[in-house]
Each structure stands twice: as structure tokens, then as C-alpha cells.
């Protein structure tokens, strides 16, 4: 069993639609998360990063983590054809600066106009 | 966020020849970096792990001395593709972590470009 899940979709949404994109995860080691957003060619761009449970909210983007579910979601609002790309959820330990990461395989998202 | 380069963004070489990817940390220091190889519909694979001034800690199936990294300081790691073959054709990404500006340590790491390598 993999220690991320991530479903890999393709997902595929009108514009203007919300957009759920979930991971989950087998250790509960894990106290850092993140959404990594990447286009196809490109490094992966963070886009949201949250210590241990709670919401986090960034313009149209809230990730939320859940650990006593070992659950993780990011929602775009209002979603744009420029949010199509694969999104990356990733988690680490944190026990220092640059922890190794763990990451889901990726959701791939289009958005149509 | 903090910003991390990558050069060359591609390159083709020949079956053989050995090609250096450089990764620079912008605007903060980053005490560790990382290289990773993705393959295409595929999520990151790291493959080794580096903190400056020390050797590199591999990850489990990568060739050390195929794949050579050097992180000399703290703004630059390079990554040696030694003696490449077409089966090390791939798209190679490094990310980095370290000091914040005004302090601080970063939990999160910043990814370059990436850096894409054919081998003919």
C-alpha cells in the first residue's frame, strides 16, 4: 500500500465550476502539507502549505487537512481553464528544514471554457 | 515563495557523452536540495537527497556514480549525468529548502523548471 493516495483522475470540469481534489495517507508521522500545481513540462508550483489540521484559505484556493481522518483536500473556486494541470499533494515529517517529501501520484485537471 | 532556477531548461546529447544540470537558489539559502526524475503521467521520483558541503544521500536503485551531485554552496547543487544512455532520457527537476529571508527555517521546498534531457 502506498503511504499517499491520490486519485489520478482525469478530472475534467466546466469553468466557473468548484473543484474538490483529495488525497489521503497512511502515516501519521506527517505534520506538513502541501499542493503543488504543475503544468505539463514545468516544476511543480506551490500553491498551498499548511501545518497539521485545520483550513487554509488563498484567494480561490482552501486546503483543508484533516489527521484524525489522515484526509487532505484542496477546493478551487470558480475554477479557470488556466487551473488545468496536475495537482500534486505532497506531506513530510517535518523534523527539519527540507524534509524528504512523500507525494500522491497527481490528479489531472481540465477545466473547460 | 521562494525562487529556484534551472539550466539548462533542455538539452540532446549523445549515447556517451556525460551532461551537467546546474540548480540555483534565487533569493535565500538553501541548505538542502533535492533531485528528482519524472517520467511523462508519472509523479516525482526522488533520487537523491543533498545538504551543502556534505555527499549526497542516494535514494535506493540510483546509480551514484552515473548520477553525480555536488552542492558546493549554498545557492548551487549540479547534477552530473555521467556516460548517458537513451534510457536516461527523462525530465529532471531539483526543489530546495533552507533559510528564510529575515530568518527562519522553511518547511516546504521550492522546485525549479525543470530541466529536460534527450539522449540520442
Known amino acids: 500500500q502506498k503511504e499517499v493516495e491520490q486519485d489520478p483522475g482525469p478530472l475534467s470540469v466546466p469553468e466557473g465550476a468548484i473543484v474538490s481534489l483529495n488525497c489521503t495517507y497512511s502515516?501519521?508521522?506527517?505534520?506538513?502539507f502541501m499542493w503543488y500545481r504543475q503544468y505539463s513540462r514545468k516544476g511543480p508550483e506551490l500553491l498551498m502549505y499548511t501545518y497539521s489540521s485545520g483550513n487554509k484559505e488563498d484567494g480561490r484556493f482552501t486546503a483543508q487537512v484533516d489527521k484524525s481522518s489522515k484526509y487532505i483536500s484542496l477546493f478551487i473556486r470558480d475554477s479557470q481553464p488556466s487551473d488545468s494541470a496536475t495537482y500534486l499533494c505532497a506531506m513530510s515529517r517535518g523534523e527539519t528544514s527540507g524534509s524528504r517529501l512523500t507525494f500522491g501520484e497527481g490528479t489531472q485537471l481540465t477545466v473547460n471554457p | 515563495g521562494a525562487v529556484v532556477s534551472q539550466h539548462p531548461s533542455w538539452v540532446i546529447c549523445k549515447s556517451g557523452t556525460s551532461v551537467k544540470i546546474e540548480c540555483r537558489s534565487l533569493?535565500?539559502?538553501?541548505?538542502?536540495m533535492f533531485w528528482y526524475r519524472q517520467f511523462p503521467k508519472q509523479s516525482l521520483m526522488l533520487m537523491a537527497t543533498?545538504?551543502?558541503?556534505?555527499?549526497?544521500?542516494?535514494e535506493q536503485g540510483v546509480e551514484k556514480d552515473k548520477f553525480l551531485i555536488n552542492h558546493a554552496s549554498l545557492t548551487l547543487s549540479t547534477l552530473t549525468v555521467t556516460s548517458a544512455h537513451p534510457e536516461d532520457s527523462s525530465f529532471y527537476i531539483c526543489?530546495?529548502?533552507?533559510?528564510?529571508?529575515?530568518?527562519?527555517?522553511?518547511?516546504?521546498?521550492?522546485f525549479g523548471p525543470g530541466t529536460r534531457l534527450t539522449v540520442l
Open positions: 526543489s530546495a529548502s533552507g533559510v528564510r529571508r529575515g530568518g527562519g527555517l522553511y518547511n516546504e521546498q521550492f
Open positions: 502515516n501519521s508521522a506527517f505534520q506538513y
Open positions: 533569493d535565500f539559502q538553501a541548505t538542502t
Open positions: 543533498s545538504n551543502e558541503g556534505s555527499k549526497a544521500t542516494y
